[in-house]
């Protein structure tokens, strides 16, 4: 063998020796945790009663043509529970472009910029043409933060492994003369730490609705009073209210797809009175 080649393959070795072979990359040790279906469906009302009120500051980027707006826009959120939301979207001049609330079945849409303003039932709101899909979509996509949907008493749920994560299928529940049962959410969690990832909303005909997905996780809140484990160690961490600060969400009817990165948000702040608009 050549010197030249000699001195090649020591190079290589000692490359591989100081880089403890990173060419393949770390690999992440966390444990997956096991779960039932009863546990992840306890866990969803667990969470989504973490939160009596949101206040969020975010940035938004809109592709496709999702939204009859700007391709950026800065945003406010505003939800009380039960079911009150208030969305709001300036430019970067801060002119307002958007408001869009919803109070129960009731919501109203707002586009200063195009002197439009619609109002009506949110059950309702395919009827009232495209204008509307995509600031109900966008209720949807806040979920992240307000909260997953809980699974409801009629409704049944399959629990399914796919891979590092836990899918959970959310079936409609069956009435003497309503549709036939069908899977009207796909709901996926993160087996490392059972935070919710993935959403998915189907149509009655097996049609994917939209699709959001739920990234960049922080501990939202005050620092709750110190806790002790059981092994002397502080458990603040594990009574944080978790949420996701990037939430990406894609229209399944192909219109476009619409990115939320949130700046702020404050859970459980008494909400003042205008902050949730009116219908």
């Not at 009120?53 to 043509?65: E, H, P, Q, V």
């Not at 005050?222 to 949420?243: D, W, Y």
Request: charged fraction near 20%; charge should be neutral.
């Amino acid at each position: 063998m050549k010197p030249t080649r000699h001195l090649m393959w020591a190079f290589l070795l000692c490359v591989f020796a100081l880089s403890g072979c990173t060419l393949f990359g770390p690999t992440d040790t966390t444990p997956l945790k096991e779960a039932t279906a009863e546990q992840l469906t306890a866990l969803l009302q667990e969470q989504a009663g973490e939160v009596r009120t949101i206040k969020g500051l975010f940035s938004a980027k809109i592709t496709g043509g999702i939204l009859p707006i700007g391709q950026r826009v800065q945003g406010t959120v505003f939800f009380q529970r039960p079911n009150a939301i208030r969305l709001r979207g300036f430019s970067a001049v801060g002119s307002e472009i958007f408001e869009f609330v919803q109070l129960d079945d009731q919501f109203k849409l707002r586009l200063p910029t195009m002197g439009r303003e619609v109002t009506g039932r949110s059950s309702e709101a395919d009827q009232l043409g495209q204008l509307t899909r995509p600031f109900q979509l966008s209720v949807w996509a806040m979920s992240g933060v307000t909260g997953t949907q809980a699974v409801g008493p009629q409704e049944q749920v399959r629990l399914s492994e796919d891979g590092s994560r836990y899918r959970l299928d959310v079936w409609t529940a069956p009435g003497p003369s309503g549709p036939v049962p069908y899977i009207s959410r796909r709901i996926w969690f993160d087996r490392r730490n059972l935070l919710v990832v993935q959403e998915e909303r189907l149509t009655p005909a097996g049609e994917i609705e939209a699709t959001m997905q739920f990234d960049d996780y922080r501990a939202v809140g005050p620092v709750p009073p110190a806790t002790l484990a059981s092994n002397g160690q502080s458990s603040e961490a594990a009574a944080r209210i978790m949420r996701p600060f990037t939430i990406r969400m894609t229209d399944g009817q192909g219109s476009g797809s619409l990115q939320v990165t949130f700046h702020e948000l404050v859970p459980n702040e008494p909400i003042k009175p205008g902050e949730l608009g009116r219908v």
